[in-house]
């Protein structure tokens, strides 16, 4: 097998390659090695309003937010959601509910087989 590029020739064996990479797909690869722990997240956030009408009135506020960070060796999740609910009843405005959760989950890869 001969590969050529940016001017260099390079003999090898099928068997003796282990990776081809362009610039861009090297530049990725490297970043997977060892990145540090403010990059590489994604994540979403919601929020929602609901409300309705009848022999009371009640409204709900929720907010949820979730993010992941995944690399080749480990995983982290976090999220957090809230949710506040309100009922007025003859007059009389009240919580109906009221919480606030979140975590954080952490996965790490301890061989390359279990990937």
Request: no cysteine; charged share 20%; proline share 2%.
């Amino acid at each position: 097998m001969v590969v050529t590029g940016l001017g260099a020739k390079l003999e090898a064996a099928p068997a003796e390659v282990t990776a081809m990479r362009n610039a861009d797909e090297q530049k990725a690869y490297e970043r997977m090695l060892a990145p540090g722990l403010l990059e590489l997240w994604s994540g979403e956030g919601t929020v929602g309003l609901a409300g309705a009408e009848g022999n009371a009135k009640t409204l709900t506020f929720t907010t949820g937010v979730t993010a992941a960070r995944a690399t080749n060796k480990d995983k982290i999740w976090v999220y957090f959601n809230a949710i506040k609910s309100s009922a007025l009843v003859g007059g009389v405005d009240s919580a109906t509910a009221q919480a606030v959760r979140g975590g954080i989950r952490y996965d790490r890869n301890v061989s390359s087989r279990s990937s």
